[in-house]
């Protein structure tokens, strides 16, 4: 499957920035699909997850309540919701695809995009 991440940008701190991942080339029903990101200096981390199928969603606890990870059937395009943004959220974002359950494991992704600045300004 192919992603194509887009949506990032600058934005002052409490602000919000909405990403989008479209996928084509597989049909999405049997994948996981999941955001992470890394930051300048730092290893690649977790941010969220769903499973395409049931909508079941998985999360980062320093996202939990200001992010929402969604997908849209009809666009074969997965979102990240991003609320209340802080600083230390300013990263690289990346969609990820992996056939099967999820995982907050990067290396059990299969597919991944070209991923998505995001800077927060304090």
């Known amino acids: 499957v192919q992603l194509q991440a887009s949506g990032g940008g600058l934005v002052q701190a409490g602000g919000s920035l909405r990403l989008s991942c479209a996928a084509s080339g597989r049909t999405l029903s049997m994948y996981d699909m999941g955001w992470f990101r890394q930051a300048q200096g730092k290893e690649r981390e977790f941010v969220a997850a769903?499973?395409?199928?049931?909508?079941?969603?998985n999360y980062v606890d320093s996202v939990k309540g200001r992010f929402t990870i969604s997908r849209d059937n009809a666009k074969n395009t997965v979102y990240l919701q991003m609320n209340s943004l802080k600083p230390e959220d300013t990263a690289v974002y990346y969609c990820a695809a992996r056939a099967g359950s999820w995982s907050r494991i990067g290396y059990e992704y299969d597919s991944w995009g070209q991923g998505t600045l995001v800077t927060v300004s304090s």
């Open positions: 769903i499973l395409w199928s049931s909508g079941r969603t």
